[in-house]
């Protein structure tokens, strides 16, 4: 039980520290000896526990994004039995807040969690696509469902349209998450006391953007 434990807590602990030096040098910038440097293991820990940086990559991926895929994705398909039983059409805006308010929380109460965003963030703007080629393997059946949940909720609009349109909504979230948005309304010199939530303000924006008029 101790040996498990152990193995465990030195897990956690190079899990943590990839996290955060990915974030700050993105995967293809950081070595495995500077993480194993901030776990406090030795290299061998690394190919004990994940085979690979890659593996470690993996790891990282299976850690924050199955429990949280696991929630959007019930609470996604919750809303589409729902609308089934009741024979109606799902709302957009419940569709977009099932997949975004998880996230949004998970920045905000899961330590590490920022720099693990953060780390997706830099991948996406990576010249090496192997983080974004992982991210997107463990996000394609999590974004296929909200894609079929938005086409139930938007059963008019041409398929391309409504692709385009994620992505263009999707851009907005992951600005949302990436920024600094307190930094940038002091740099406007705006004070940030609207009584409407970040989370609210987002949705309302991008539900807008879904379902406006189209020709």
Not at 50 to 77: H, Q, V
Not at 162 to 185: E, P, S, V, Y
Request: hydrophobic share 40%; aromatic share 8%; net charge neutral.
């Amino acid at each position: 039980m101790n040996d498990r434990v152990s193995d465990d807590s030195t897990k956690d602990r190079i899990l943590d520290a990839a996290e955060s030096i990915f974030a700050e040098k993105g995967f293809k910038g950081s070595s495995v000896r500077a993480i194993t440097e901030k776990a406090g293991v030795n290299i061998a820990a690394v190919n004990y526990h994940f085979s690979s940086k890659t593996g470690l990559l993996e790891a990282i991926c299976d850690r924050r994004l199955i429990p949280l895929n696991k929630l959007r994705s019930e609470r996604i398909k919750g809303i589409l039995s729902e609308a089934e039983k009741s024979k109606t059409t799902p709302r957009t805006k419940e569709v977009l807040r099932a997949f975004i308010e998880p996230t949004m929380k998970l920045k905000e109460t899961e330590p590490g969690a920022k720099d693990f965003i953060a780390f997706i963030g830099r991948a996406f703007n990576d010249p090496d696509g192997t983080a974004r080629d992982v991210f997107l393997k463990f996000m394609k059946p999590m974004a296929e469902l909200l894609y079929r949940a938005l086409s139930a909720a938007l059963p008019d609009m041409p398929k391309e349209l409504l692709f385009w349109r994620l992505q263009f909504a999707m851009g907005a979230f992951g600005h949302t998450m990436q920024g600094d948005m307190t930094g940038a309304l002091k740099a406007f010199g705006i004070e940030a006391d609207t009584k409407v939530s970040p989370l609210e303000m987002l949705l309302d924006f991008m539900t807008a953007g879904m379902e406006s008029t189209y020709k």
